[in-house]
């Protein structure tokens, strides 16, 4: 709780002194966005999960107040989303509070998205046929803003799985992770890949699925890691074999994550909360299979 209410105070303080200071506003909003950028890696590179739970709540009322203050701020916004995202993803346990926070997330992305890519933006809405087009003359140098509307999209379809609506928008966000692989595969490690394996890994073969094509994903999303990120070996396991009640893969490579070290450079809270998963699964596996 004491480390909470530090977090807390030194967050609040933040916003308040960057406001207080004189001189050009593109010096302000570069100091900001460096903060944020530098206080994302340490959660990043944390191997504490007890301590990034706590503080993360205060680190997103802190983002919440530096977007009020920068409204169309891209890197912000973005920041916001994957942040969002991330505690989401990692810690919330609700459904209806996960859908809240998910929404937020989106909200955010599609906020930068269609302040630096306005015409994927006015067709978000659109059929796949119109909005492919659009996706062919996006260019490398908008990858990274395509992919984090990518990932915020496909966080808030995880949590939306029971509505339809949200389910028929699959074919468009693989529309875009695909893009993303044609710009540039090695992009985020590959994790475009990681994204389209868990899509296609959704459907059994026996109801027209093409659980292989996911494999194939996944195999190319571990490579492009170079097994570093240990939360693809987790999702391979978790979505491909318990799909395709392939017990011997799926013990492997959860054996793998608990045997590696998780201590890595921009990945070490990832691959933390993939080791607790890891376990968590093997144990359930006599019973699965």
């Known amino acids: 709780m004491k480390m909470t209410r530090y977090l807390f105070t030194f967050f609040i303080l933040i916003p308040v ?7 050009c506003a593109s010096i302000i909003s570069s100091a900001t966005q460096k903060m ?8 990043l590179n944390q191997n504490d999960l007890g301590i990034v739970k706590a ?4 680190y997103l009322i802190m983002i919440d107040s530096l977007i009020e203050g920068d ?3 891209v890197s912000l916004l973005i920041s916001g989303s994957k942040l969002y995202g991330s505690y ?3 810690f919330v346990e609700d459904e209806e509070r996960s859908k809240r926070l998910a929404d937020k997330s989106l909200n955010f992305a599609r906020r930068a998205l269609c302040l630096d890519l306005k015409s994927l933006c006015y067709k978000l809405d659109s059929k796949l046929d119109d909005i492919q087009p659009v996706l062919n003359t996006i260019k490398k140098k908008q990858q990274p803003l395509l992919f984090a509307f990518a990932s915020a999209w496909a966080g808030w379809i995880q949590v939306n799985t029971d509505d339809w609506n949200a389910i028929a928008q699959i074919p468009k966000l693989t529309a875009m992770l695909k893009r993303s692989v044609e710009l540039d595969e090695n992009y985020d490690s590959g994790g475009a890949y990681l994204y389209l394996g868990v899509l296609a890994s959704q ?5 027209g699925g093409k659980p292989e094509q996911g494999r194939s994903y996944f195999e190319k999303a571990l490579t492009l890691s170079e097994g570093k990120n240990l939360m693809v070996n987790v999702l391979f396991a978790e979505h491909y074999t318990r799909l395709v009640f392939d ?3 799926h013990d492997q490579l959860l054996k ?3 045997a590696a070290e998780q201590n890595e450079p921009g990945l070490t809270l990832i691959n933390t909360l993939a080791k607790k998963r890891a376990a968590v699964l093997l144990a359930e596996s006599p019973d699965y299979f």
Not at 17 to 23: A, D, E, F, I
Not at 55 to 58: E, Y
């Open 36 to 43: 944020a950028d530098n206080l994302s890696l340490a959660m």
């Open 55 to 58: 503080g993360s709540p205060a």
């Open 203 to 207: 459907i059994p073969p026996s109801l």
């Open 71 to 73: 409204p169309n701020n």
């Open 17 to 23: 002194l960057l406001g207080s200071l004189s001189g």
């Open 247 to 249: 017990q011997d893969l």
């Open 88 to 90: 989401t993803s990692a």
């Open 256 to 258: 793998d994550v608990l």
